[in-house]
């Protein structure tokens, strides 16, 4: 029985919506030519290719970015699956964006990704300590979650979920990593199969991925760390070396 493993990539992979480190790519890269693996994140493809150097991610035998609502296979598309967010839903994240307690706003709040939308208070264009700055406060206050339960009460076909350190995930209910596992199945079916993400708890854009499969034969799921902790990644080369040794 193979093992196939899935990433999730920002904080798992790489810092927080920063370029994978040098001594992790280095342990990654020679691990990759010997594995079967999948990348599913919650950026589009674009944002991937940032955090993720091209040639390990050729090494991968396929890519989901949009929360698993597209997919591609060595560069090429197999599917790309469309979400057109109602108007009422638009309405209310401006009204969120205006009435926010916190002050810092630098653009890019609301992200149509074609497949998914991204909400962000602080907005996609902070710096990095910008981006800190909100991480801390949310982390106190607790407004991403707020935010995302009240989505979910109100949109019942409509699923919203906490990604990365400043925004939120909004994709028709169900449209979420979840739907990865039964895509690489068509690929690889009855093998055993490795998830690794910093989100897997609920709440988490991970976690629709991680119910699944804890629910699925031959199926299992790590923790990379703190949710969107800086070293995330080093929790993942620790699982995959242990991994190695079984």
């Keep these: 029985m193979k093992k196939i493993y899935i990433f999730d990539v920002d904080g798992t992979l790489t810092p927080s919506r920063r370029r994978m480190t040098e001594d992790f790519e280095q342990f990654f890269s020679q691990w990759a030519e010997k594995n079967i693996f999948y990348l599913v994140s919650g950026s589009n493809l674009e944002k991937i290719k940032e955090q993720a150097p091209d ?14 609502n597209q997919f591609y296979v060595k560069g090429e598309q197999v599917y790309n ?16 964006l205006q009435n926010t307690e916190y002050a810092t706003k630098t653009g890019n709040h609301i992200e149509d990704r074609g497949s998914m939308l991204n909400f962000s208070i602080v907005g996609r264009d902070c710096s990095l300590e ?51 596992l039964n895509e690489i199945k068509k690929y690889f079916s009855d093998e055993e199969y490795i998830f690794i993400g910093d989100r897997t708890m609920e709440g988490g854009n991970d976690y629709p991925l991680a119910e699944v499969m804890h629910k699925t034969e031959n199926c299992s799921v790590y923790q990379a760390g703190k949710p969107s902790a800086e070293d995330g990644y080093k929790h993942t080369k620790k699982i995959l070396e242990e991994l190695s040794e079984d």
């Design 55 to 68: 040639y390990i991610l050729d090494f991968s035998a396929g890519i989901f970015p949009c929360g698993g």
């Design 81 to 96: 699956r469309k979400f057109d967010p109602p108007q009422d839903l638009l309405n209310f994240l401006e009204e969120k």
């Design 130 to 180: 910008q981006r800190m700055e909100y991480f801390e406060y949310d982390n106190s206050v607790g407004e991403r979650a707020s935010i995302a339960n009240e989505i979910n009460s109100k949109w019942h076909d409509i699923e919203a979920v906490i990604g990365g350190q400043i925004s939120i995930d909004i994709t028709p209910k169900g449209m979420n990593k979840s739907q990865v």
